[in-house]
């Protein structure tokens, strides 16, 4: 079973940055496209970003883009958030999930809850204006 691990929230002030990270376990990590949602109070849960097994597909939410960066170390079996130039609309839970895709196909169709298969327990980011 696969089991994914969150670390890395926390409060921060309007302009600053976080990093998100999260650990994979129970299967191979390699063979998984990885994305991260975020949820709001009161909102359903949002695509943020998703990268391929490889890295080499890479996919950001409007919203994030150019602020956010995804990225991933199969030799630690972990996907990386690197959250830039935050704003108080960024405050959300922050989950990490799973996709059983070895075909590294693009992720740019990978944006609903509904095509992700494991789901972690989320990290609460915080950021105050």
């Known amino acids: 079973q696969v089991r994914l691990v969150e670390s890395g929230g926390g409060l921060v002030q309007a302009g600053g940055s976080l990093r998100l990270s999260c650990v994979f376990s129970?299967?191979?990590?390699?063979?998984?496209?990885m994305g991260w949602f975020r949820q709001a109070p009161g909102k359903e849960r949002e695509f943020a970003a998703a990268i391929s097994w490889s890295g080499g597909s890479i996919y950001y939410a409007n919203s994030v883009k150019g602020r956010f960066t995804i990225s991933r170390d199969n030799a630690k079996n972990m996907v990386i958030l690197q959250m830039n130039s935050l704003r108080p609309e960024d405050t959300a839970v922050y989950y990490c999930?799973?996709?059983?895709?070895?075909?590294?196909?693009?992720?740019?169709?990978?944006?609903?809850?509904?095509?992700?298969?494991?789901w972690g327990q989320g990290a609460q980011v915080t950021v105050s204006s």
């Open positions: 999930a799973a996709d059983f895709d070895p075909s590294d196909v693009g992720v740019e169709k990978k944006l609903t809850v509904d095509e992700y298969d494991y």
């Open positions: 129970g299967r191979t990590f390699s063979a998984y496209a």
